[in-house]
């Protein structure tokens, strides 16, 4: 599978080339199949020509599609585990509310005094007391706190969104999706993809749609845009970058716009299964130590140390490391 994985993507540098001058799919295809015309006899046998790009199609439909199902799939089961924790939070905080005015209740029998007469101060603070507990269980209905929210990991596709639309991301890419007016089309837009800098207008308008800094350098040779339509006519321009490291996760597409947590981020399952060991071993470790740092804990580096230093210590009882220090 791995060697298949690398099979597919050692031409990407091309034809990203090809496709960012081309911008756009439809001018892509119509360049391929114009080389086809003109330098190849593909044209010959017209039906066999056919069969063969139908076949490919939907060989690549197939595994768009079921792709995109993986994707859903992952983003309804992170959807239920999410409204199971909200529930239970929320179970939760009426449960302590509850518990809070039981404590409370014999706060709030008001006795008759002697004369027969009720103390209007005690009958005031019984009454609050009720009140505040009425509002506090509606507020944890509502809200059932800050817990939950602290639990959820970041939105499908290890990005977020931002005023000027959705990022997703990947160890080594990251996509960008800018939604525009249907109208706009190709020949109106003008996307300047630098090494460190992102200018996305449309011609005639004043203000950049995107005019800033990217999280990191990213490798412009390797980067393009396309204009996407949807089957309701809705437009989106998707830029399509190459991290200049290729080891590290974004907190942001675009400096300024809100940081997700990248100690929650997950790669895809097929794309890091498909990675070589040594690559694989390497991500693995990396994701290890970066989860680790989060949690101020030691890296496998240091904790492999450690461990030859105990042994060490083990081995050498008649040594005294009480006033040693170690980095």
């Not at 060697?3 to 799919?25: K, P, S, V």
């Not at 006899?41 to 069969?51: N, W």
């Not at 990022?167 to 020949?187: C, D």
Request: glycine share 4%; aromatic share 6%; with cysteine.
């Amino acid at each position: 599978m791995g060697d298949t994985y690398l099979r597919e993507e050692r031409f990407d540098g091309l034809l990203l080339n090809l496709a960012q001058q081309c911008q756009g799919i439809e001018p892509l295809l119509d360049t391929m199949f114009s080389f086809l015309r003109r330098k190849t006899d593909f044209y010959s046998a017209s039906d066999r020509a056919k069969e063969m790009i139908l076949k490919c199609y939907e060989k690549h439909l197939a595994l768009a599609i079921k792709t995109e199902n993986e994707k859903k799939r992952l983003r309804a089961e992170e959807e239920s585990r999410a409204t199971t924790r909200r529930e239970a939070a929320r179970k939760k905080a009426v449960s302590v509310a509850a518990t809070k005015a039981a404590k409370e209740e014999v706060s709030e029998v008001v006795e008759m005094d002697a004369d027969g007469s009720f103390d209007a101060e005690k009958i005031s603070a019984a009454e609050e007391t009720e009140d505040e507990v009425k509002e506090e269980i509606s507020k944890m209905e509502e809200d059932p706190g800050n817990e939950d929210k602290k639990e959820e990991p970041p939105p499908p596709g290890n990005g977020g969104k931002t005023s000027w639309g959705v990022w997703s991301q990947q160890l080594a890419e990251l996509q960008m999706q800018v939604p525009i007016p249907a109208n706009i089309k190709s020949r109106d837009l003008a996307i300047d993809i630098g090494r460190k800098h992102l200018k996305v207008q449309i011609k005639g308008q004043d203000k950049p749609l995107i005019d800033a800094d990217f999280f990191q350098k990213v490798v412009v040779e390797e980067c393009f845009w396309t204009l996407e339509e949807d089957a309701a006519g809705n437009k989106e321009i998707v830029i399509s970058l190459q991290k200049d490291n290729k080891m590290e996760w974004w907190k942001q597409a675009i400096q300024g716009d809100p940081e997700i947590d990248t100690t929650k981020v997950t790669p895809e399952n097929s794309k890091l299964s498909e990675l070589d060991g040594e690559t694989r071993m390497t991500v693995e470790k990396m994701m290890f130590d970066q989860r680790q740092k989060a949690l101020g804990r030691p890296t496998a580096d240091e904790m492999g140390k450690q461990d030859v230093l105990e042994k060490f210590m083990k081995q050498h009882p008649e040594m005294d490391f009480s006033k040693a220090k170690f980095s």
